[in-house]
């Protein structure tokens, strides 16, 4: 069954997913989906687990972000 693709038409991004899908599924199929387009289009292994990881991260709340690193940054100057 069609979950969710991407790619290019007319030099523009695109990403199709199942609407179907329930909405953590379809969220996360489009999170991975993005990250196909903008890490390059690829079926090895390696880069699956790469893309579903950054689209793991993606969808972490910024509070549990701040929660698990706050502490790894005690000390540092960070310039934005």
Known sequence: DFESCSGFYLDSPFIAVNGTLPVD??????????????????????????YNRWAAAFLMPAQKLEEYFW???TGLLIFA
């Not at 999170?31 to 790469?50: H, N, R, V, Y």
């Open 25 to 50: 599924r379809l969220r996360f199929k489009t999170s991975t989906e993005l990250a196909q387009i903008l890490f390059g289009f690829s079926e090895d292994p390696d880069q699956l687990k790469l």
């Open 71 to 73: 502490p790894l940054c």
